[in-house]
């Protein structure tokens, strides 16, 4: 059975911070994707990671792919109130989408 | 476009009852999936469809049916609920399998009494 383990499970800072949080595994991926949820809402698409070692940022939020392919990071720089939310990564195996339980992320004024 | 819709929102059975969850999307998506979310777990898969009159299980099948009669919709069925279906179902469709993005609808809060 294929896992991601994500951590922490729960995250809670001030404005302004800078966080990391990881996903894991003992299996290689084709490709790691990084949703967000918000509260009552369904995930939205962040990013796709296809290439080991490959590095994606999207303004504040930096994603990395593991050399290889079987962990990732989300750095959030300078976090905001707004990058509240829950975090889930999930990874492309087999045509299948094996998906972690995620880090809740609270970003306090 | 609306996306990915769900319906209802919100619903409370009792133990045993029947329900349907109808999920559409607008997108011309031939890949549909139906989730559920609990705390602490993650999504799980429940049933998917590659396609329109096509279905095939996930991970956590047992206890729901689905169909797919039409490309556009895809129902999720509970012939006889128990508590333990109690959870967030989100429905998602993709244009393709493995790595192309899934779009997921906003959700349905089942409680199961």
């Known amino acids: 059975t294929q896992l991601l383990e994500q951590s922490p499970q729960f995250l809670s800072i001030q404005e302004g911070e800078n966080l990391t949080v990881y996903c894991n595994s003992s299996?290689?991926?084709?490709?790691l994707q990084w949703y967000r949820q918000e509260p009552g809402e369904g995930p939205v698409l962040l990013v796709t990671?296809?290439?080991g070692g490959e590095v994606k940022k999207l303004k504040r939020l930096t994603f990395q792919f593991g050399d290889a392919r079987k962990d990732s990071s989300l750095h959030i720089t300078a976090a905001q109130p707004g990058d509240t939310g829950l975090y889930l990564c999930?990874?492309?195996?087999?045509?299948?989408?094996?998906w972690g339980a995620g880090t809740k992320l609270i970003i306090k004024p | 476009n609306a996306g990915v819709t769900q319906t209802p929102k919100f619903r409370v059975l009792k133990t045993g009852q029947s329900m349907t969850l109808l999920c559409a999307q607008d997108?011309?998506?031939?890949?549909m999936y139906w989730y559920r979310q609990d705390p602490g777990m993650g999504l799980r898969l429940i049933h998917y469809?590659?396609?329109?009159?096509?279905?095939a299980k996930g991970e956590v099948p047992d206890g729901y049916n689905v169909s797919r009669l039409k490309k556009q919709n895809f129902l999720l069925g509970l012939e006889s609920a128990a508590p333990s279906q109690t959870s967030v179902y989100f429905c998602?469709?993709?244009?393709?399998?493995?790595?192309?993005?899934?779009?997921f609808g906003p959700g349905t809060r089942l409680t199961v009494l």
């Open positions: 299996s290689v991926f084709s490709s």
């Open positions: 999930a990874g492309v195996s087999n045509y299948q989408l094996i």
């Open positions: 469809s590659v396609g329109e009159g096509t279905t």
């Open positions: 990671v296809v290439t």
């Open positions: 998602a469709s993709s244009p393709g399998t493995g790595g192309n993005t899934q779009y």
């Open positions: 997108m011309n998506h031939e890949y």
